[in-house]
């Protein structure tokens, strides 16, 4: 029986030698290139792979998503029914997402898009020292992410929210859940970051509603989805001086068309969907272990929850 690897070419041998290194008795195929239809039973794919693909596989046991987020995997026409998919929750993703939330939260509150303007006008100014201790920190997202991103923002002096759709606890972290508390901690938010799985009930929830009631002059941190985001409502926001700037690594669609306004907006820090980049290395051992205990029949980890959409 046999491995599908679907990803990007770049990366495709890299991931096959992942997998080898730690069981070299597997049958490791590379998309197209998956030979007999029927000796498939795993896959382990990323973004662009067709899910209706899948369909001609008869025997898989086994889908394996190559990042944190499964939406992809979750559009129409969706897995085969009944094939299991799991996702990643690995240290080194939730490590660099939380380098990313934590360079980008200081970026605004140190004041790096005004010192970068004054340096382009060579302008030598010194602007008053912001308060660590006063900068609210809300996160939309309390899992494997935002809870780590929490930890990090709490230990260099913020004081952290956090919002979930259900009542959730994580020590030194207030907590909101719900519509109302939604509305609550927008409205303490000097920075909100955004670190949700994009499910129907979270697409689009940083709008022109919860962007006006920022605190004015707040910015905005998303590392999720761009679909998150309604890129009108944040673009007005920003041009109003609702919003003081945002940094955003994801967008809807990807790539982003060179014709978009974020590229020469003058408040928003771009990167290519950069913010959380998997590691083959890091990521085989429990990629391995799932194909393993799918053989074995034995209960898979990471699993998703088709109900809750992640």
């Not at 022109?208 to 605190?215: E, H, S």
């Not at 950069?274 to 990471?302: C, E, K």
Request: charged share 20%.
């Amino acid at each position: 029986m046999a491995v599908l690897l679907s990803t990007k070419t770049a990366v495709m041998a890299v991931w096959r030698d992942a997998l080898l290194a730690l069981d070299p008795t597997l049958e490791i195929r590379m998309f197209p290139d998956a030979g007999d239809p029927a000796d498939i039973e795993a896959a382990v794919v990323w973004t662009a792979h067709d899910m209706a693909e899948l369909r001609r596989y008869p025997k898989l046991k086994l889908i394996v998503s190559m990042g944190a987020g499964v939406d992809h995997l979750l559009r129409p026409p969706g897995p085969p029914p009944g094939i299991p998919v799991a996702r990643l929750v690995d240290r080194m993703l939730t490590s660099q997402m939380g380098e990313w939330v934590l360079l980008n939260v200081l970026r605004f509150h140190r004041q790096d898009l005004e010192y970068r303007a004054l340096q382009r006008e060579r302008s030598w100014l010194e602007l008053p020292a912001p308060v660590t201790a006063e900068r609210r920190i809300g996160i939309l997202g309390l899992g494997e992410l935002g809870t780590h991103a929490a930890g990090l923002l709490r230990g260099l002096g913020f004081p952290v929210m956090g919002w979930t759709r259900r009542p959730r606890q994580v020590e030194g972290v207030e907590t909101f859940h719900g519509e109302d508390g939604l509305a609550a901690m927008a409205g303490r938010s000097d920075v909100l970051v955004c670190l949700l799985p994009l499910t129907p009930a979270t697409r689009g929830i940083v709008d022109a509603r919860l962007l006006g009631r920022l605190p004015r002059g707040a910015f905005v941190v998303n590392g999720a989805r761009g679909a998150h985001v309604v890129d009108a409502d944040l673009l007005a926001a920003l041009d109003s001086g609702q919003v003081a700037g945002a940094a955003l690594d994801v967008f809807d669609p990807e790539p982003l068309p060179v014709d978009h306004p974020y590229w020469a907006h003058p408040r928003v820090v771009m990167t290519p969907h950069a913010a959380s980049i998997t590691i083959p290395a890091s990521a085989a051992p429990q990629v391995v272990d799932n194909i393993h205990r799918a053989r074995a029949g034995r209960p898979l980890i990471n699993l998703v929850d088709f109900a809750a959409g992640y």
